[in-house]
Protein backbone atom coordinates (compact mmCIF):
# COMPACT_ATOMS: atom_id res chain seq x y z
CA UNK A 1 0.00 0.00 0.00
CA UNK A 2 1.43 3.39 -1.15
CA UNK A 3 2.04 5.54 1.94
CA UNK A 4 0.21 8.41 -0.03
CA UNK A 5 -2.45 7.77 -2.63
CA UNK A 6 -4.03 10.37 -5.03
CA UNK A 7 -6.05 9.70 -7.87
CA UNK A 8 -4.35 10.69 -10.87
CA UNK A 9 -6.89 11.62 -12.88
CA UNK A 10 -7.25 13.55 -15.16
CA UNK A 11 -10.06 15.86 -13.39
CA UNK A 12 -11.97 18.16 -15.63
CA UNK A 13 -13.99 20.72 -13.72
CA UNK A 14 -16.15 23.19 -15.93
CA UNK A 15 -14.79 26.67 -15.20
CA UNK A 16 -16.34 28.75 -12.31
CA UNK A 17 -17.39 25.34 -10.51
CA UNK A 18 -16.03 23.73 -7.17
CA UNK A 19 -13.13 21.06 -8.36
CA UNK A 20 -12.27 18.57 -5.48
CA UNK A 21 -8.74 16.69 -5.00
CA UNK A 22 -8.81 13.72 -2.48
CA UNK A 23 -5.57 12.36 -0.82
CA UNK A 24 -5.48 9.63 1.24
CA UNK A 25 -2.69 8.32 3.22
CA UNK A 26 -1.57 5.29 5.46
CA UNK A 27 0.99 6.35 8.36
CA UNK A 28 -1.38 7.89 11.59
CA UNK A 29 1.50 9.48 13.02
CA UNK A 30 1.37 11.86 10.34
CA UNK A 31 1.11 15.45 11.57
CA UNK A 32 1.06 18.21 8.90
CA UNK A 33 -0.01 18.16 5.61
CA UNK A 34 0.44 20.20 2.23
CA UNK A 35 -1.07 20.92 -1.48
CA UNK A 36 1.55 21.89 -4.11
CA UNK A 37 0.42 23.17 -7.35
CA UNK A 38 2.94 22.12 -10.10
CA UNK A 39 2.53 23.65 -13.72
CA UNK A 40 3.92 21.49 -16.36
CA UNK A 41 8.36 22.00 -16.43
CA UNK A 42 7.61 23.96 -13.22
CA UNK A 43 8.87 22.73 -9.73
CA UNK A 44 6.19 22.67 -7.06
CA UNK A 45 4.69 25.82 -5.14
CA UNK A 46 2.63 25.59 -1.57
CA UNK A 47 -0.74 25.92 -1.98
CA UNK A 48 -1.50 25.37 1.87
CA UNK A 49 -0.95 23.12 4.92
CA UNK A 50 -3.15 22.07 7.51
CA UNK A 51 -2.11 20.52 10.89
CA UNK A 52 -5.64 20.07 12.63
CA UNK A 53 -9.06 18.06 12.12
CA UNK A 54 -11.22 20.61 10.34
CA UNK A 55 -11.29 22.86 7.38
CA UNK A 56 -8.71 25.69 6.65
CA UNK A 57 -9.67 28.86 4.08
CA UNK A 58 -6.92 30.82 1.99
CA UNK A 59 -8.78 32.72 -0.92
CA UNK A 60 -10.67 29.82 -3.37
CA UNK A 61 -8.77 27.35 -1.81
CA UNK A 62 -9.83 24.85 1.44
CA UNK A 63 -7.68 22.27 2.99
CA UNK A 64 -9.97 19.65 4.75
CA UNK A 65 -8.56 17.09 6.91
CA UNK A 66 -9.86 14.13 8.48
CA UNK A 67 -7.32 12.35 10.75
CA UNK A 68 -9.71 9.59 11.91
CA UNK A 69 -10.45 8.66 8.13
CA UNK A 70 -6.65 9.35 7.09
CA UNK A 71 -7.85 12.01 4.61
CA UNK A 72 -7.23 15.29 3.46
CA UNK A 73 -8.78 17.16 0.34
CA UNK A 74 -8.52 20.51 -1.33
CA UNK A 75 -11.53 22.51 -3.01
CA UNK A 76 -10.49 24.65 -5.13
CA UNK A 77 -13.81 27.48 -5.37
CA UNK A 78 -14.94 29.72 -8.80
CA UNK A 79 -12.07 27.57 -10.96
CA UNK A 80 -10.06 29.02 -13.48
CA UNK A 81 -8.31 27.85 -16.58
CA UNK A 82 -4.90 28.92 -14.32
CA UNK A 83 -5.59 26.59 -11.52
CA UNK A 84 -5.12 23.38 -14.66
CA UNK A 85 -1.94 21.64 -13.22
CA UNK A 86 -1.13 18.20 -11.17
CA UNK A 87 -1.73 19.13 -7.78
CA UNK A 88 0.74 17.20 -4.92
CA UNK A 89 -0.41 15.67 -1.92
CA UNK A 90 2.15 15.57 0.79
CA UNK A 91 2.61 14.25 4.32
CA UNK A 92 5.33 14.58 7.29
CA UNK A 93 5.14 13.49 11.01
CA UNK A 94 6.26 15.74 13.88
CA UNK A 95 9.33 16.79 14.28
CA UNK A 96 10.75 15.02 11.00
CA UNK A 97 10.89 17.53 7.91
CA UNK A 98 10.82 14.61 5.20
CA UNK A 99 7.97 15.18 2.97
CA UNK A 100 6.31 11.51 1.91
CA UNK A 101 4.86 12.69 -1.79
CA UNK A 102 1.52 11.47 -3.67
CA UNK A 103 1.96 10.83 -7.18
CA UNK A 104 -0.37 13.89 -7.82
CA UNK A 105 -3.71 14.38 -9.43
CA UNK A 106 -3.79 16.15 -12.75
CA UNK A 107 -6.78 18.89 -12.57
CA UNK A 108 -7.84 20.62 -16.04
CA UNK A 109 -10.60 23.31 -15.74
CA UNK A 110 -12.33 23.63 -18.86
CA UNK A 111 -13.60 26.84 -20.32
CA UNK B 1 12.12 36.83 -1.35
CA UNK B 2 13.65 33.43 -0.69
CA UNK B 3 15.44 31.43 -3.27
CA UNK B 4 16.82 28.00 -3.95
CA UNK B 5 18.82 27.96 -7.24
CA UNK B 6 20.08 24.98 -8.98
CA UNK B 7 23.12 25.16 -11.12
CA UNK B 8 21.29 24.21 -14.56
CA UNK B 9 18.12 23.97 -15.95
CA UNK B 10 19.02 20.63 -18.43
CA UNK B 11 21.81 18.83 -18.57
CA UNK B 12 22.50 15.95 -21.20
CA UNK B 13 25.21 13.48 -20.16
CA UNK B 14 26.75 10.29 -21.31
CA UNK B 15 26.68 6.80 -19.37
CA UNK B 16 29.13 6.45 -17.00
CA UNK B 17 30.16 10.02 -16.72
CA UNK B 18 30.26 11.35 -12.97
CA UNK B 19 27.61 14.38 -12.81
CA UNK B 20 27.09 17.10 -10.16
CA UNK B 21 24.43 19.13 -9.23
CA UNK B 22 24.53 21.91 -7.21
CA UNK B 23 21.67 23.17 -5.10
CA UNK B 24 22.39 26.96 -3.07
CA UNK B 25 19.83 28.24 -0.62
CA UNK B 26 19.82 31.63 0.60
CA UNK B 27 17.65 31.45 3.24
CA UNK B 28 20.04 30.12 5.81
CA UNK B 29 18.03 26.90 6.47
CA UNK B 30 19.81 24.01 8.08
CA UNK B 31 17.92 21.49 6.22
CA UNK B 32 17.93 20.52 2.18
CA UNK B 33 16.55 18.09 0.43
CA UNK B 34 17.34 16.22 -2.85
CA UNK B 35 14.46 14.44 -5.09
CA UNK B 36 13.52 12.63 -8.22
CA UNK B 37 10.49 13.31 -10.31
CA UNK B 38 9.16 10.55 -12.90
CA UNK B 39 5.94 9.98 -14.22
CA UNK B 40 3.67 7.84 -12.10
CA UNK B 41 6.05 7.43 -9.60
CA UNK B 42 6.22 11.60 -8.12
CA UNK B 43 8.69 12.50 -6.28
CA UNK B 44 11.03 10.61 -4.40
CA UNK B 45 13.65 11.53 -1.72
CA UNK B 46 17.20 10.94 -2.48
CA UNK B 47 19.04 12.25 0.02
CA UNK B 48 18.27 14.97 2.62
CA UNK B 49 20.99 16.79 5.40
CA UNK B 50 20.16 18.50 8.38
CA UNK B 51 23.52 20.37 8.43
CA UNK B 52 26.81 21.08 7.59
CA UNK B 53 28.97 17.65 6.80
CA UNK B 54 25.79 15.66 8.12
CA UNK B 55 23.69 13.39 5.47
CA UNK B 56 21.20 11.17 5.79
CA UNK B 57 19.82 8.49 3.04
CA UNK B 58 15.98 9.04 2.03
CA UNK B 59 13.98 6.60 -0.16
CA UNK B 60 16.43 5.89 -3.52
CA UNK B 61 20.09 6.66 -2.76
CA UNK B 62 21.33 4.13 -4.76
CA UNK B 63 23.78 5.03 -7.29
CA UNK B 64 23.87 8.99 -5.56
CA UNK B 65 26.10 10.56 -3.38
CA UNK B 66 26.00 14.15 -1.68
CA UNK B 67 27.88 16.56 -0.42
CA UNK B 68 27.28 19.16 2.35
CA UNK B 69 30.25 21.48 2.98
CA UNK B 70 28.52 24.83 3.27
CA UNK B 71 25.28 25.42 4.98
CA UNK B 72 24.03 26.88 1.88
CA UNK B 73 24.98 24.74 -0.49
CA UNK B 74 23.78 20.97 -0.80
CA UNK B 75 25.34 18.43 -3.86
CA UNK B 76 23.94 15.42 -5.84
CA UNK B 77 26.33 13.52 -7.10
CA UNK B 78 25.59 10.97 -9.62
CA UNK B 79 29.44 8.67 -9.92
CA UNK B 80 28.81 6.75 -12.80
CA UNK B 81 25.34 8.12 -14.59
CA UNK B 82 23.31 5.47 -16.05
CA UNK B 83 20.33 5.73 -18.60
CA UNK B 84 17.69 4.99 -15.98
CA UNK B 85 18.76 8.44 -13.91
CA UNK B 86 17.43 10.08 -16.68
CA UNK B 87 15.04 12.07 -14.65
CA UNK B 88 13.96 15.58 -13.25
CA UNK B 89 15.87 16.79 -10.51
CA UNK B 90 14.84 19.03 -7.61
CA UNK B 91 15.95 20.54 -4.78
CA UNK B 92 14.13 21.90 -1.44
CA UNK B 93 14.72 23.36 1.68
CA UNK B 94 12.07 23.46 4.63
CA UNK B 95 11.26 25.92 6.87
CA UNK B 96 10.74 24.86 10.33
CA UNK B 97 8.66 26.56 13.26
CA UNK B 98 8.38 25.07 16.09
CA UNK B 99 9.25 21.39 14.61
CA UNK B 100 6.20 21.53 12.05
CA UNK B 101 7.19 22.26 8.94
CA UNK B 102 5.04 25.06 6.87
CA UNK B 103 6.79 25.83 3.93
CA UNK B 104 9.52 23.98 2.03
CA UNK B 105 10.94 25.62 -0.95
CA UNK B 106 11.47 24.14 -3.89
CA UNK B 107 14.07 25.24 -6.51
CA UNK B 108 13.30 25.47 -10.30
CA UNK B 109 14.74 21.40 -10.99
CA UNK B 110 17.13 19.80 -13.10
CA UNK B 111 16.36 17.94 -16.06
CA UNK B 112 19.16 15.47 -16.48
CA UNK B 113 19.13 13.19 -19.36
CA UNK B 114 21.58 10.37 -19.30
CA UNK B 115 22.35 9.03 -22.91
Known amino acids: QKEVEQNSGPLSVPEGAIASLNCTYS??????FFWYRQYSGKSPELIMF????GDKEDGRFTAQLNKASQYVSLLIRDSQPSDSATYLC???????????FGTGTRLTIIP | DVKVTQSSRYLVKRTGEKVFLECVQD?????MFWYRQDPGLGLRLIYF???????EKGDIPEGYSVSREKKERFSLILESASTNQTSMYLC??????????????FGPGTRLTVL
Open chain 2, 27 to 31: MDHEN
Open chain 2, 49 to 55: SYDVKMK
Open chain 2, 92 to 105: ASPKASGGLTDTQY
Open chain 1, 27 to 32: DRGSQS
Open chain 1, 90 to 100: AVTNFGNEKLT
Open chain 1, 50 to 53: IYSN
